[in-house]
């Protein structure tokens, strides 16, 4: 990439991020290219969809989790670890408004860009969920899959009731309390 593009990139990037903390994933294409201080076709070169740019900007985070999930799976604990790990899901996905919404629909939709995170994230939650298991304080029905719709249905939850800084824990919680073996 030429160094006026890159430039460009990490602009878009940088202002997206505001925009989608400002007003959520939905924030204008139009507002985040002008704040750039871009067009908004040199937007649409770099990220072709809604969902690529709302990806771009997941990156840092999906580095994180995945890092923090290769930490945890070395825990002597692996259920306090699974727990710890499902918490910086909802942190993560709670970042931006509208972020857990795009994240469980892309979690049905794999041609979505934001699907491309999942697969890396199940990988990483599977190995926790595995430990879990088989240390015998999971259920064997439990799927990550499922745990990840409801860590997103959290991070939705708690997006609907800002005032309420400890639903996101009790959410989890009583989630944890329906897996336990």
């Not at 460009?8 to 750039?36: C, K, P, Q």
């Not at 790990?85 to 919404?101: K, N, V």
């Not at 939705?156 to 824990?169: H, S, V, Y």
């Amino acid at each position: 990439m030429r160094a006026d593009a890159r430039r460009n990139h990490e602009r878009l990037l940088t202002e997206a991020r505001a925009a989608f903390a400002e007003h959520g994933t939905d924030a204008s294409l139009e507002d985040v290219a002008r704040r750039a201080g871009v067009g908004i076709g040199t937007l649409y070169r770099h990220f072709p969809t809604r969902d690529a740019l709302v990806n771009a900007v997941f990156q840092e985070a999906l580095a994180a989790l995945l890092q923090r999930g290769r930490e945890l799976a070395a825990a002597e604990e692996p259920c306090p670890a699974l727990v710890e790990w499902l918490r910086a899901l909802i942190t993560h996905a709670a970042e931006y408004r509208g972020f857990a919404r795009a994240l469980m629909s892309a979690s049905r939709d794999e041609s979505s860009a934001l699907a491309q995170c999942n697969v890396p994230l199940r990988a990483a939650g599977e190995i926790l969920l595995g430990r879990a298991r088989e240390a015998g304080t999971v259920r064997t029905d439990v799927s990550i899959g499922d745990l990840m719709q409801l860590t997103h249905a959290i991070a939705l939850a708690a997006e609907q009731n800002p005032d309420d800084e400890e639903l996101p824990d009790r959410l989890l919680a009583l989630t944890l309390r329906g897996m336990k073996s």
